[in-house]
């Protein structure tokens, strides 16, 4: 393997504030919101504080009965203070089980199960009012972040537990688990060692390698998504202030990006796409942006011209990185004012020499082409061990170093990998759903979302979104869909009604089936 040859000796996630505070220690980390666990904290706290914040309450998990091996499962609201814990559970040598708040009770319950008797840490009302009264008997101790409950501990009960010294687990140690977007069903669990974490780690701190100064960096990252803890390490063992966003409001947004001023933004492609807004703000949120970041989805193009064009840094960049949760950062590509998406389609860039590889595997025989796409494949020290519970399914998608993404590609003759679709998604003789979408976004500056979905018996439905929900313009629609494959009048609906994972991608199956349910769309010409 690739950094095994180099003394990978893991990212050591449970001493991470404690070495960044060593570095760096008035460096500052500022919120949006107050930690559920600490409130009395306020939003901005230096690194040495928080170091100490994660010593304290890997304390009392040890005094809970948390010990090294043992799972502890992070279910609360959405604040920071869910990363903090994880952290907390790994420093004493417990393993992370972070699931996203967004997540129903049904789903939690069906996880827990696969845990096996955890610790769960969550809240007085997501245990009342959301949680069925069975995870009590599904978890070996429940533990409260805020508020009270009966059967239940909470954590501010166990302050003043004595200090425990981090633990050092070995490399190839499971350090976090993480669950999958559950696009396509119940989401998997994936299992990081300390070692995977640190091979994620070593690409992605490319991002930060050209600043000259250590100036702020922003996060909007799901607070239960592996690539937080990279992005994190990143910024704060190099001394970068640090402001996380738990709440992506632009309008709220446009106030803290023009107090802050952040060089570097990290988000989700669809957060990105919602910040457009931010470009013609008055504030100029945008304006001290050099570098654009995500590690996720293909951005639209449309999308990556307007935030770079808010920027009033003369080298201002995107920086796009394609990957998965299970396999971490994989090809990246980076735009800039004068090098436009649009040329290149869903180019989603090449491997990183000596820390990735990609292959792209034929469905039918021949060379896959943009015509018939094939399965794309990565080969990553960053690989995820197993699934928790479902090894056999791990192994479905894993062929030896390889690892099967679940998205159609081609690559060209110069190496760059090109994204289609996901498998699930891919429409038969329709081509591109991705590729499609991007052109109407261009095309119809008022769309804020497009999704296309399959319908039975017939040809795909477009389901669009716009600005302030403002009616459709059906005349300019059909000119803007006269050259591309056929489908049916697009269904308008409200951006906040589509059903989304807690990374912030629309989930397309359960969007057809709600149109589905819904009947018949009305046309909005």
Same mark, same amino acid.
């Given at each position: 393997?690739?950094?095994?040859?180099?003394?990978?000796?893991?990212?050591?996630?449970?001493?991470?504030?404690?070495?960044?505070?060593?570095?760096?220690?008035?460096?500052?980390?500022?919120?949006?919101?107050?930690?559920?666990?600490?409130?009395?904290?306020?939003?901005?706290?230096?690194?040495?504080?928080?170091?100490?914040?994660?010593?304290?309450?890997?304390?009392?998990?040890?005094?809970?009965?948390?010990?090294?091996?043992?799972?502890?499962?992070?279910?609360?609201?959405?604040?920071?203070?869910?990363?903090?814990?994880?952290?907390?559970?790994?420093?004493?040598?417990?393993?992370?089980?972070?699931?996203?708040?967004?997540?129903?009770?049904?789903?939690?319950?069906?996880?827990?199960?696969?845990?096996?008797?955890?610790?769960?840490?969550?809240?007085?009302?997501?245990?009342?009012?959301?949680?069925?009264?069975?995870?009590?008997?599904?978890?070996?101790?429940?533990?409260?972040?805020?508020?009270?409950?009966?059967?239940?501990?909470?954590?501010?009960?166990?302050?003043?537990?004595?200090?425990?010294?981090?633990?050092?687990?070995?490399?190839?140690?499971?350090?976090?688990?993480?669950?999958?977007?559950?696009?396509?069903?119940?989401?998997?669990?994936?299992?990081?060692?300390?070692?995977?974490?640190?091979?994620? #780690?070593?690409?992605?701190?490319?991002?930060?390698?050209?600043?000259?100064?250590?100036?702020?960096?922003?996060?909007?990252?799901?607070?239960?998504?592996?690539?937080?803890?990279?992005?994190?390490?990143?910024?704060?063992?190099?001394?970068?202030?640090?402001?996380?966003?738990?709440?992506?409001?632009?309008?709220?947004?446009?106030?803290?990006?023009?107090?802050?001023?952040?060089?570097?933004?990290?988000?989700?492609?669809?957060?990105?796409?919602?910040?457009?807004?931010?470009?013609?703000?008055?504030?100029?949120?945008?304006?001290?942006?050099?570098?654009?970041?995500?590690?996720?989805?293909?951005?639209?193009?449309?999308?990556?011209?307007?935030?770079?064009?808010?920027?009033?840094?003369?080298?201002?960049?995107?920086?796009?990185?394609?990957?998965?949760?299970?396999?971490?950062?994989?090809?990246?590509?980076?735009?800039?004012?004068?090098?436009?998406?649009?040329?290149?389609?869903?180019?989603?860039?090449?491997?990183?020499?000596?820390?990735?590889?990609?292959?792209?595997?034929?469905?039918?025989?021949?060379?896959?082409?943009?015509?018939?796409?094939?399965?794309?494949?990565?080969?990553?020290?960053?690989?995820?061990?197993? #699934?928790?519970?479902?090894?056999?399914?791990?192994?479905?998608?894993?062929?030896?170093?390889?690892?099967?993404?679940?998205?159609?590609?081609?690559?060209?003759?110069?190496?760059?990998?090109?994204?289609?679709?996901?498998?699930?998604?891919?429409?038969?003789?329709?081509?591109?759903?991705?590729?499609?979408?991007?052109?109407?976004?261009?095309?119809?500056?008022?769309?804020?979302?497009?999704?296309?979905?399959?319908?039975?018996?017939?040809?795909?439905?477009?389901?669009?979104?716009?600005?302030?929900?403002?009616?459709?313009?059906?005349?300019?629609?059909?000119?803007?869909?006269?050259?591309?494959?056929?489908?049916?009048?697009?269904?308008?609906?409200?951006?906040?009604?589509?059903?989304?994972?807690?990374?912030?991608?629309?989930?397309?199956?359960?969007?057809?089936?709600?149109?589905?349910?819904?009947?018949?769309?009305?046309?909005?010409?």
């Amino acid at each position: 393997m690739f950094l095994q040859r180099m003394g990978n000796r893991g990212i050591r996630l449970g001493t991470l504030f404690e070495r960044a505070a060593s570095r760096h220690p008035a460096n500052v980390l500022l919120l949006d919101r107050e930690l559920d666990i600490a409130p009395d904290r306020g939003r901005t706290m230096t690194v040495t504080e928080v170091a100490d914040l994660v010593d304290d309450f890997g304390s009392r998990l040890w005094r809970a009965g948390a010990r090294p091996g043992d799972h502890v499962v992070v279910h609360k609201r959405n604040a920071f203070d869910i990363t903090l814990l994880a952290i907390a559970a790994a420093r004493i040598g417990a393993v992370p089980v972070l699931l996203s708040p967004h997540l129903d009770g049904g789903t939690v319950t069906a996880l827990l199960r696969r845990v096996e008797r955890p610790f769960l840490i969550t809240d007085a009302e997501k245990l009342t009012g959301e949680l069925p009264p069975e995870v009590h008997a599904l978890s070996r101790r429940v533990l409260l972040a805020s508020g009270t409950a009966e059967h239940a501990t909470p954590l501010a009960e166990l302050a003043g537990a004595p200090r425990i010294p981090a633990m050092a687990m070995p490399p190839e140690h499971p350090t976090l688990v993480t669950h999958t977007s559950g696009t396509t069903g119940l989401p998997k669990l994936a299992v990081h060692t300390s070692f995977g974490l640190e091979a994620r #780690y070593r690409p992605q701190s490319l991002a930060t390698a050209f600043l000259r100064r250590r100036e702020p960096v922003a996060i909007h990252v799901s607070f239960v998504h592996s690539r937080l803890f990279t992005a994190l390490a990143i910024a704060l063992l190099r001394g970068f202030p640090v402001l996380l966003l738990a709440d992506a409001e632009p309008r709220r947004t446009a106030a803290l990006f023009a107090t802050l001023r952040p060089a570097v933004l990290e988000a989700h492609p669809n957060t990105y796409l919602s910040w457009e807004e931010l470009a013609d703000d008055p504030l100029q949120p945008l304006a001290n942006v050099k570098l654009f970041s995500s590690t996720f989805d293909a951005l639209h193009p449309r999308t990556v011209r307007t935030l770079i064009g808010a920027s009033r840094r003369r080298s201002a960049r995107f920086g796009q990185i394609y990957g998965q949760s299970e396999i971490g950062p994989s090809v990246a590509r980076s735009y800039g004012r004068h090098r436009s998406p649009d040329a290149d389609g869903r180019c989603v860039g090449m491997p990183f020499p000596g820390m990735t590889r990609v292959r792209v595997v034929s469905r039918d025989g021949r060379r896959p082409t943009a015509a018939s796409p094939g399965h794309i494949e990565i080969s990553s020290d960053g690989r995820i061990r197993t #699934y928790l519970g479902e090894q056999q399914r791990f192994d479905g998608q894993a062929a030896e170093e390889w690892w099967r993404m679940g998205d159609l590609g081609y690559r060209t003759r110069w190496g760059c990998l090109h994204l289609t679709d996901r498998e699930v998604d891919e429409i038969p003789g329709f081509g591109s759903t991705l590729t499609v979408e991007d052109r109407l976004l261009t095309r119809l500056p008022e769309l804020s979302e497009v999704v296309i979905v399959p319908v039975d018996g017939g040809p795909p439905r477009p389901v669009v979104c716009t600005a302030d929900d403002r009616p459709l313009d059906g005349a300019a629609w059909r000119a803007a869909v006269v050259d591309l494959p056929r489908m049916t009048a697009p269904v308008h609906w409200r951006r906040a009604d589509l059903p989304k994972t807690g990374t912030t991608k629309v989930r397309r199956l359960e969007l057809a089936r709600l149109l589905a349910d819904r009947g018949p769309g009305q046309d909005p010409r």
